[in-house]
């Protein structure tokens, strides 16, 4: 049973950099053909796709912010990594990471629990 | 960039009823619909793949149909364990994007 878990800072100051970390454990990161995706959800507010990273380390972001997002992968340490810069209290959500089918099967199986990140000073 | 449109925004039913979520696609999407639930502090979970498949584990009382860029979410008969956030997620080889979302609530 692949299990997700994200890791990382709770509170973050506006304008630094959020960083975040997904554990995946039960399976390789690497096996089969998928994607690993990273989703946010503002309190009280719906489910917003970031972006997603294949173990090749090919990347694709959702457009509006693409300008402030890295995601990396480390296939020794089976885990996915966010990155967003030069945050605002408007990033302030809960951050999931999921497994993602990828092409032909873009639906999300396994899901983290999630991680609360405030952007306050 | 592809628009999901989902209504109602929230909806009240009895015990019992049958429940229908729409999801409305800005451009043809073909079958790349899902649909998900969320409870409350709780992470999404699959019910509904390429439009019509049932995730392995889900109820049969949760189904989903449609192609093109009209699609339906249905619950058969309304269960007190249905109260959540119920929401639709279109893919391409690019991108993935979520309804605004239904909460279901038990009237």
């Known amino acids: 049973q692949v299990q997700l878990q994200e890791s990382g800072p709770g509170l973050v100051k506006p304008s630094q950099t959020l960083s975040l970390t997904c554990t995946v454990s039960g399976g390789s990161i690497s096996s089969g053909s998928y994607y690993w995706s990273w989703i946010r959800q503002p309190a009280g507010k719906g489910l917003e796709w970031i972006g997603r990273?294949?173990?090749?380390?090919?990347?694709n972001y959702n457009p509006s912010l693409k300008s402030r997002v890295t995601i990396s992968v480390d296939t020794s340490k089976n885990q996915f990594s966010l990155k967003l810069s030069s945050v605002t209290a408007a990033d302030t959500a809960v951050y999931y990471c999921a497994r993602d089918g990828g092409y032909s099967s873009g639906w999300f199986d396994y899901w983290g629990q999630g991680t609360l990140v405030t952007v306050s000073s | 960039d592809i628009q999901m449109t989902q209504s109602p925004s929230s909806l009240s039913a009895s015990v019992g009823d049958r429940v229908t979520i729409t999801c409305q696609a800005s451009?043809?999407?073909?079958?790349?619909l899902n649909w998900y639930q969320q409870k409350p502090g709780k992470a999404p979970k699959l019910l509904i793949y390429d439009a019509s498949n049932l995730e392995t584990g889900v109820p049969s009382r949760f189904s989903g149909s449609g192609s093109g860029t009209d699609f339906t979410f249905t619950i058969s008969s309304l269960q007190p364990e249905d109260i959540a956030t119920y929401y639709c997620?279109?893919?391409?080889?690019?991108?993935?994007?979520f309804g605004q979302g239904t909460k279901v609530e038990i009237k």
């Open positions: 997620q279109q893919y391409d080889n690019l991108r993935r994007t």
């Open positions: 451009q043809d999407i073909s079958n790349y």
């Open positions: 990273i294949y173990t090749s380390g090919s990347t």
